[in-house]
């Protein structure tokens, strides 16, 4: 009798250790899913979350075929919503996300911009917002330490060891 009991709590044993490594390789999987594993191909200073420049790493023509909404017609909505407005700047970008045409529209009779976001795939308005000259140079310098942050970061061969300077 002491050998079949022996056989049997050899049994339980090795089903407790297959049921703990599939419990491991489980675990394992789940963490890797959340934390975004990141592809060997591309290299990244930040974490997934923080990442906002990726978004603009997409080129034009991949924006553009995603886009349901002419730059035409998006424009025809955004000049609507500014009386006597003149589109002085357009862009198709992503922001927060979603895909937009952005336009900076002014009027004849204030120095401000009036920017006017339109949904490249609904051409609904997404947003308007007035920006003072101030508010211009403020984002202008925003852009250009951005534009530098994406250039410094094409250019550095070994991105494990990148330092944010922000």
Request: proline share 2%; glycine share 4%.
């Amino acid at each position: 009798m002491s050998g079949w009991f022996i056989i049997r709590e050899h049994r339980k044993l090795k089903l407790n250790i297959m049921k703990n490594k599939l419990l491991l390789c489980a675990a394992t999987a789940v963490i890797l899913a959340l934390t975004g594993c990141e592809s060997e191909h591309h290299h990244c200073c930040c974490h997934r979350d923080q990442c906002e420049h990726r978004e603009k790493k997409e080129s034009q023509a991949d924006l553009l075929a995603q886009a349901k909404v002419t730059k035409d017609d998006a424009a025809k909505t955004a000049l609507a919503q500014v009386p006597n407005g003149s589109i002085q700047e357009a862009e198709l970008e992503k922001e927060h996300g979603k895909l937009i045409w952005s336009f900076d529209l002014t009027t004849p009779d204030s120095k401000d911009i009036t920017e006017v976001n339109i949904c490249a795939l609904s051409g609904k308005v997404v947003n308007i917002e007035k920006e003072s000259p101030q508010d211009q140079a403020k984002e202008k310098d925003e852009d250009a330490k951005e534009s530098k942050h994406d250039k410094d970061d094409d250019g550095d061969k070994d991105h494990d060891h990148h330092e944010d300077k922000e």
